[in-house]
């Protein structure tokens, strides 16, 4: 794994290193008769000046209006979206592209309406939400974040990419780079967790994977980062809610992932939902100026979410849908998203001295330059290949990718007993729950593209892989009912069963956008079924699939194997097969922290310490007045750690070594640690490093994960892992807000997990 993180970030650089060529000049040439400093302009820069001249302020304003297709509503609203009604719309050219719609075919006829009979040719950006795989379809991104694999996650950003430009498609809204401390928030499942430093790698491998290395690369699409920013730490993680947060923790943990997608070259970005600190994001100049513009030096496209700059009047922050479109426009929201208030104001706020036009125009600068760097101008249907469409949709290769991304990304929780992996003694197996026979919810949130008669379901897994067994199934109780009419059959299969498994969880409707859940645990008479099959004495394994993390506790008390299986896609139930048979040794560990009740959310392992810190898993006696931070009734510690996972077979660290209790200035710290297998089958395991900064001039967190490998190992054999800190790896923003190291006295600590880790002290002495 240490070849594979250095490879995504090798090619993050190299993406970003080609960001000064794709994307505008942070000060454009205003559209006026040649002048010397205008023959300077590149050939692009000079198409666009020329296009700017020619461009009426309608025709301005439709170049920064973006409208929903037919397929696919993702949004409050529906637009009527009959062709003609488009068709009419681009030959005016009051619009800029169209999102969630596909097809070789039809995308090519709407693009060559564009150029060859709208006024001034411009070609369409057709953007989707391909958020974890087209047709085929991928974890979901938490799941994805769960195999701490980052060329998997490239590689299936990759595939997305081939499918879907092959459809017309040539920008997706992903990735979602939102950290998320609270799983109550459904879009938990769209992101890496709830670690900045997970989530950075991530961020950038999947945004390498959809661009390549040239967007105007048939085969690539534009990213889309989104959504900037904090929109994971909504308030009782209530989707679109508020957000209010030091300016220290916004930086510390909100940004990076945003500041690592937009290294690796992101073409463009989305705004949040929410506001933050009083000043909805879409019009927020501190984010979208101060930091994203000056500061980061981002010249690439910002994008609205859908209605979220008309929203602002309902924020009580803009007194009509006029006043929103100058706020957002000023601050920096270059194009909106099914809200249509540039597309009525713009040329009103211009003529009224309301909006300068400069503004406008920059941001009519950067559309077009998105739409000149894809190779639209030069071919519009680059990206409609009836061809490609037919042969790369759903091949046997990208089956194959999606096989490998699923089995790494599911995580083994518990295993009391080695009940697995199930072998061939095994002889008759029953597989229960909602979850069970259920092809559609297998793809997950956000999967549109995907279809509901492909996925493997985890009966078909099991059945192929169960070799020699009889396999029986009971449904057991509904997903939407709270009806026990089928416990009384799913009992009797169980009764003369071997071994029970459980498919339970969540739909996939039970998360994602808007779908915040209050109460985390297993949804409807879900957990009434498990304890109802419980009684049965039979030895059970429970696949928990969800989108975010659930509370597990009593299954954690009382069932002997778990397995975390998010929504895996299209290979589900093969990657669940291979898993529970023990093809695939299971290497997943857990991108966020697994709570032991909802009442300890917002719940993290980056956590800062109070001046009176319990740090006791359990209660003492008598002690319940005891004046520390801590509950009355459950522990402060999460029932599973961010980085959890067990395998089939069992690792030893040995102790870590450093190469020197004091560095200085530039001298790296060098952390060694041996691990071996010490079991009998071939296993992965995820090597991680944590710091911690004991006295900052800010309160620094109790650990943070620095570095980790993902490492095969022969039954036996012992490795050496080597890691490497620098004093940047020590930075954070310091109390007068320049970011940088401090001198003074670390941990490091190493381990399998968060919470598993052997800890080491060093000093850095100066800087």
Known sequence: MKKIISKVVVLALAAFSCTSTSTPPSTATPSTPATTAQQQLSPIEKRIEDLLAKMTQEEKAGQLNFVVGDLFNTGPTVRTAESDRFNEAIKKGTITGIFNIHGAEYIGKLQKIAVEESRLGIPLIIGADVIHGFKTVFPIPLGEAASWDLEAIENGARVAAIESSATGINLTFAPMVDITRDSRWGRTAEGAGEDPYLGSLIAAARVVGFQGKDLSDPRTIAACVKHFVAYGAAEAGRDYNTTDMSEYLLRDVYLPPFKAAIDAGSASLMTSFNELNGVPATANTFVLQDILRKEWGYNGLVISDWQNITEMVNHGFAKDNAHSAALALKAGTDVDMMGEAYLN????????????????????????????????FDNPTLYSSTTREKQEIRSKENLAVAFDMAKKSIVLLKNQGNVLPLTQATKRIAVIGPLANNKADMNGTWSFFGEEQHPVSFLEGIRKYAKGATVTYAQGCELYSNSTALFDEAVAAARKADVVVMAIGESAVMNGEGASRADIGLPGVQLDLVKAIHKTGKPIVALVSSGRALELTWLDQNIPAILATWSLGSEAGNAAGSVLFGEYNPSGKLPLSFPRHVGQLPLYY???????????????????????????????????????????????????????????????????????????????????????????????????????????????EKKTITFTLTKEDLAFWRQDMTFGAEPGDFKVMVGPNSRDVQELSFTLSSL
């Not at 009103?348 to 894809?374: H, T």
């Not at 660290?653 to 710290?669: D, Q, R, V, W």
């Open 345 to 376: 104001f713009i040329p009103g706020l211009v003529k009224n001295g309301q909006l300068d036009q400069k503004v406008v125009d920059d941001a009519v600068r950067r559309v077009l330059w998105l739409k000149f760097k894809l190779g639209l």
């Open 606 to 716: 980056n956590y800062k310490n109070t001046g009176r810190m319990y740090d006791g898993d359990h209660m003492e006696p008598g002690s319940e007045r005891v004046y520390k931070s801590r509950y009355r009734d459950v522990p402060n510690t999460p029932l599973y750690p961010f980085g959890y996972g067990l395998s089939y077979t069992t690792f030893n660290y040995g102790t870590p070594k450093l190469n020197k209790s004091s560095i200085s200035g530039n001298e790296p710290l060098v952390v060694t640690v041996d691990v071996t297998n010490t079991g009998k089958v071939v296993g992965e395991e995820v090597v991680q490093l944590y710091i911690r900064d004991l006295v900052g001039s800010t309160a620094r967190p109790v650990k943070q994960l620095k570095k980790f490998q993902k490492l095969a190992f022969a039954p036996g």
